[in-house]
């Protein structure tokens, strides 16, 4: 299959099954070496660019955060050519200012999942990517500037929580989560954003504001009912903030993310195994010959 038939890709989150104003639209399916994707991919134009869309959880929502097939929703828009990732996530918030309806583009990130494939390598190749900054800067500051025009309510940089699910936060937690000095929580971001670092993909996310997690006491806590329907509410200007982001990314790519690769790589070559070397070549290929 052509590996340029799309340079930005959509990863929707609830709620976000489809983007208004796609044209020349078809559905795709790409075998990786991690399995399937999510769901089939939905190829075609937004604003003259070619976009791939990807509904995270599958159509109707059907995944945990737990058994996302990220390696193969990574590797599947890498091999069609994508170099940017605009993810759409719900999020909890554990500031009072950061209500329910508004938006944050992080810039920060804090493991604490478990029980997720969140690399592509191993299998006798070992490599230590730059993830200081774990969200494309360049791309990060598209969004925001694109949520600002759309009208939204958006609060720029803040640091993310990331949890396993798929149970929301005990008030304990909810609690630490907030004295760290975090401003959001979700499920989703990782190990999205790690796998994009390592397959060189701009990447960065759409923080929707749905609820205060389960910290504030005078709160009632966070139900599925309500998180949707604030959802639903941010649907429609994510979907804005898209359409503006993708008519603003530049050609040419100045951050560090085309090149995470060059010098992660601490395995001598000639001690990979040719399978791995196979199965990695769209991520490795061009430093491991």
Same mark, same amino acid.
């Given at each position: 299959?052509?590996?340029?038939?799309? $340079?930005?890709?959509? *990863?929707?989150?609830?709620?976000?099954?489809?983007?208004?104003?796609?044209?020349?639209?078809?559905?795709?399916?790409?075998?990786?070496?991690?399995?399937?994707?999510?769901?089939?991919?939905?190829?075609?134009?937004?604003?003259?660019?070619?976009?791939?869309?990807?509904?995270?959880?599958?159509?109707?929502?059907?995944?945990?955060?737990?058994?996302?097939?990220?390696?193969?929703?990574?590797?599947?828009?890498?091999?069609?050519?994508?170099?940017?990732?605009?993810?759409?996530?719900?999020?909890?918030?554990?500031?009072?200012?950061?209500?329910?309806?508004?938006?944050?583009?992080?810039?920060?990130?804090?493991?604490?999942?478990?029980?997720?494939?969140?690399?592509?390598?191993?299998?006798?190749?070992?490599?230590?990517?730059?993830?200081?900054?774990?969200?494309?800067?360049?791309?990060?500051?598209?969004?925001?500037?694109?949520?600002?025009?759309?009208?939204?309510?958006?609060?720029?940089?803040?640091?993310?929580? @990331?949890?396993?699910?798929?149970?929301?936060?005990?008030?304990?937690?909810?609690?630490?989560?907030?004295?760290?000095?975090?401003?959001?929580?979700?499920?989703?971001?990782?190990?999205?954003?790690?796998?994009?670092?390592?397959?060189?993909?701009?990447?960065?996310?759409?923080?929707?504001?749905?609820?205060?997690?389960?910290?504030?006491?005078?709160?009632?806590?966070?139900? @599925?009912?309500? #998180?949707?329907?604030?959802?639903?509410?941010? #649907?429609?200007?994510?979907?804005?903030?898209? $359409?503006?982001?993708?008519?603003?990314?530049?050609? $040419?790519?100045?951050?560090?993310?085309?090149?995470?690769?060059?010098?992660? *790589?601490?395995?001598?070559?000639?001690?990979?195994?040719?399978?791995?070397?196979?199965?990695?070549?769209?991520?490795?290929?061009?430093?491991?010959?």
């Amino acid at each position: 299959m052509p590996n340029n038939r799309a $340079k930005i890709g959509v *990863i929707g989150g609830s709620g976000l099954y489809e983007i208004a104003g796609m044209t020349d639209i078809e559905e795709v399916n790409i075998a990786t070496p991690f399995g399937k994707t999510s769901d089939a991919i939905t190829l075609g134009k937004l604003e003259g660019v070619g976009v791939a869309f990807l509904p995270r959880h599958g159509k109707g929502h059907r995944i945990t955060p737990t058994e996302l097939p990220s390696r193969a929703n990574i590797y599947a828009l890498k091999e069609l050519g994508v170099e940017y990732i605009i993810a759409v996530n719900s999020a909890g918030s554990f500031k009072k200012e950061l209500r329910p309806g508004h938006l944050l583009i992080p810039h920060q990130l804090i493991d604490r999942t478990r029980n997720r494939a969140n690399t592509f390598f191993g299998e006798g190749v070992v490599a230590h990517v730059s993830f200081a900054e774990p969200f494309c800067p360049i791309l990060s500051h598209v969004l925001y500037e694109s949520a600002v025009e759309a009208g939204a309510i958006v609060h720029k940089k803040g640091t993310m929580v @990331v949890m396993e699910g798929p149970a929301f936060s005990t008030r304990a937690e909810s609690q630490l989560y907030k004295a760290w000095g975090a401003d959001i929580i979700g499920m989703t971001a990782l190990p999205e954003a790690k796998l994009a670092r390592e397959a060189e993909i701009c990447y960065a996310i759409i923080g929707c504001v749905t609820d205060y997690d389960s910290w504030w006491e005078l709160e009632e806590p966070v139900t @599925v009912d309500v #998180i949707l329907d604030i959802m639903r509410k941010n #649907i429609d200007v994510s979907k804005k903030i898209i $359409k503006l982001a993708v008519s603003r990314i530049s050609g $040419k790519r100045d951050c560090a993310c085309p090149n995470a690769v060059e010098n992660a *790589i601490i395995t001598a070559p000639e001690t990979i195994p040719a399978e791995t070397k196979k199965k990695l070549n769209l991520i490795i290929g061009k430093y491991v010959k």
